[in-house]
């Protein structure tokens, strides 16, 4: 089996301002961050369609951080998830598989901490400043 192509790509989306506080808040509520509950709801989406081609049902939960463990994220339901859906992986590509979440997720609450105005970016400053300094 060969390796999937698991490089992340970033995907814009225009809604209404009342559609996007519903997800913020579903996705909070589901210990999820944005992007990973977009992803599971496009793949429910596809499931329930019956676009999803896979023979395995994904368990959303393993997809998500662990909402019993603040600040923790979940790696071992993560890695055993990935590879149950993936299969066999090389620990260059498993590693990629996580790191790639994590940047999804580092990528979502900056964007989050900009939009709420604690965080900017500053080109003067050399990066992300926290807005209160």
């Known amino acids: 089996m060969s390796e999937p192509d698991t490089d992340r790509v970033a995907v814009r989306v225009s809604l209404p ?3 996007k ?3 913020v808040a579903e996705a909070e509520a589901m210990g999820m961050s944005q ?3 977009v992803r599971t709801m496009v ?5 329930e369609m019956g676009l999803d081609e896979s ?3 994904t368990d959303p939960a393993e997809t998500r951080s662990d909402p019993t463990s603040p600040g923790g994220d979940g790696l071992e339901d993560r890695v055993h ?3 149950r859906r993936e299969g066999p992986l090389s620990w ?3 590693l990629r598989a996580v790191a790639d979440d994590f940047e999804d997720r580092l990528d979502d609450t900056v964007a989050e901490l900009q939009a709420s105005g604690r965080v900017r970016y500053s080109g003067r400053e050399g990066g992300y400043v926290a807005a209160d300094e």
């Not at 793949?43 to 499931?47: F, K």
């Open 17 to 19: 301002a009342y559609q």
């Open 21 to 23: 506080a519903e997800w």
């Open 35 to 37: 992007a990973e509950f």
């Open 43 to 47: 793949q429910a989406g596809r499931h």
């Open 55 to 57: 023979d395995e049902e």
């Open 81 to 83: 998830g990935i590879l």
């Open 92 to 94: 260059d590509a498993l």
